[in-house]
């Protein structure tokens, strides 16, 4: 049965100071419906599993933790339903009754990370850090798959000064979930302003640029941090002799020439610009 994730309520956004438009961390996204399950679930109702390594021979067996997509738990109607609920008040601003039911929801359906992940946005907005990162903290312990889970508490722990365990929950919410673009992005805020990494922060606008589209301000980071770097725009490739040759080619005629893809390693290239007074 195809699992549907339960929907993670707004989170606020974070700024840090750059020479270009500001680097925002984005807020949290809903989570998306799990894939079908594809090896058999854990104690927990769900496996932290990857995509088979590239060039792995057919039928040979999955390496450990590379064998199939995250699975997530089913979301039983009476869950959806309270989780909704809490929801609600949350948007109603009635955050007594929200944390009341994001508790309620956690207790009564422990292997989901959704409902504390809500709970920990409303105490991060309150200003309590230390609790929002510890219900984070238990929340993937809950669902260790969570891509936006492990991106939330991320962004609790750059907020707090734990730059360097933000950066690995970033990319344990990339190990998780590789197509969940925030987790990029926000990895790439902390890798330049925080943790002069610029090399993994340009591999990170990269890929965040690749699955987004996005093109501003995205773009100006990627080419500020090309220039940080010294890395330099390949020549275009000249044209080959042969038949044709010294002939104009038709308008449209060529296909537009494509970025190519950021290098697979996360450590590899590029980083944000830096952070100004």
Aim: net charge neutral; with cysteine.
């Amino acid at each position: 049965m195809r699992g549907v994730a339960l929907c993670v309520a707004l989170s606020a956004g974070i700024t840090a100071c750059s020479s270009t438009p500001p680097l925002t961390e984005p807020a949290a996204q809903p989570l998306k419906a799990a894939a079908p399950a594809a090896a058999p679930a854990n104690a927990a109702g769900m496996s932290a599993t990857t995509a088979p390594a590239a060039g792995a021979a057919p039928g040979s067996a999955p390496a450990p933790a590379a064998a199939a997509a995250v699975q997530h738990p089913d979301v039983p109607p009476a869950a959806r339903a309270d989780f909704a609920r809490a929801v609600n008040f949350q948007r109603a601003g009635n955050t007594t009754e929200a944390e009341l039911g994001y508790k309620q929801v956690s207790l009564q359906y422990p292997q989901f990370a959704a409902p504390l992940v809500n709970l920990a946005l409303m105490q991060r907005k309150a200003g309590q850090l230390d609790q929002a990162e510890a219900t984070l903290k238990s929340a993937v312990a809950r669902e260790n798959g969570s891509a936006v889970a492990w991106t939330e508490l991320g962004v609790t722990q750059r907020m707090k000064g734990e730059f360097k365990d933000a950066a690995a929950s970033y990319e344990q919410a990339i190990s998780d979930d590789a197509h969940y673009a925030p987790a990029w992005r926000n990895l790439g805020v902390v890798s330049d302003l925080y943790l002069g990494d610029p090399q993994r922060a340009l591999t990170a606008f990269e890929q965040y640029k690749q699955l987004t589209g996005e093109e501003k301000p995205v773009s100006g980071w990627i080419a500020e941090l090309r220039q940080r770097l010294g890395i330099k725009r390949p020549a275009p490739a000249e044209s080959t002799p042969g038949a044709g040759a010294g002939q104009e080619a038709a308008p449209g005629a060529t296909a537009p020439s494509e970025p190519a893809p950021p290098p697979a390693s996360p450590n590899a290239a590029g980083s944000p610009p830096k952070a100004g007074g």
